[in-house]
């Protein structure tokens, strides 16, 4: 039986689909709902990078309301990010997908998705969340730091359509969301090193403050990156952009 998933929205445009967001959130909705739009004209990522949503390209964010302190709530984009690779693995190779730390789904090795999770308090002191994702269908960002990748160019045929990918990618939500409210976030952890890029490789981590360099050992149950510097110590890394030689 496919696994059901909450409703969804899809406009024609939309300035942000994590916008609309939370617009619904502080006027008291909900969710669980998910929001997606064909086009995005302030589409954003993280650290409040613009992300583009070509034509064809996937752009939807799921509303939905936690008990769970931010901390732990935040372990969604690790959800989302398992989602977005179960979605690239019904259309492509298994051997070409992989999620790079924190929640990026990697095509081939290049970049093919990002994902925004926002939160906020409710009247009622639990939080509202949009976990924003967006991916690469049939192009990908012109002003891209790296290579990015597309589902089109990895497939003899046409890719998902916008409505199709949704519908799986909330599917495989709802089956991983489902695995960590039940068995924690070891069974998202477990899900993600067995597709993690870059383990055993060195990397370069950009932090706030400063440029760290090591061997991607793994994640700590927390969801950190366990970076050995040359010196032997462990780094762990909570927040910021890894680097591998070739993503």
């Known amino acids: 039986m496919a696994t059901v998933h909450p409703p969804i929205a899809f ?12 617009r619904r959130a502080e006027a008291g909705d909900a969710g669980p709902l998910w929001i997606a739009a064909f086009r995005q004209t ?7 990078r613009p992300w583009e949503t070509g034509a064809g390209n996937l752009a939807a964010t799921l509303l939905m309301t936690t008990d769970r302190p931010a901390g732990e709530a935040a372990q969604l984009s690790f959800v989302a990010a398992l989602a977005a690779a179960d979605l690239a693995e019904s259309c492509l190779a298994s051997d070409l997908v992989s999620v790079k730390w924190p929640n990026d ?3 081939d090795g290049r970049k093919a998705a990002g994902i925004l999770v926002e939160s906020g308090a409710r009247p009622d002191g639990r939080l509202w969340l949009a976990v924003g ?12 730091e790296r290579p990015s990748a597309t589902f089109a160019e990895h497939m003899s045929g046409a890719p998902p359509t916008p409505q199709a990918a949704l519908d799986v990618l909330a599917a495989a939500f709802e089956t991983w969301r489902g695995a960590w409210a039940a068995q924690g976030f070891s069974a998202i952890a477990d899900g993600w090193t067995s597709r993690a890029h870059g383990l055993g490789q060195t990397c370069i981590a950009r932090l706030p403050n400063e440029t760290v360099e090591g061997v991607a050992e793994g994640m700590d149950p927390d969801g950190a990156l366990r970076l050995r510097l040359d010196d032997g110590q462990i780094r762990k890394i909570t927040a910021g952009d890894v680097f591998f030689g070739d993503a």
């Open 11 to 22: 406009f024609d445009e939309l300035d942000s689909t994590n916008a609309e967001a939370r």
């Open 105 to 107: 789904l990697m095509i």
């Open 133 to 144: 994702i967006g991916i690469n269908l049939v192009s990908g960002p012109e002003a891209a």
């Open 42 to 48: 302030a589409g954003r990522g993280r650290r409040g």
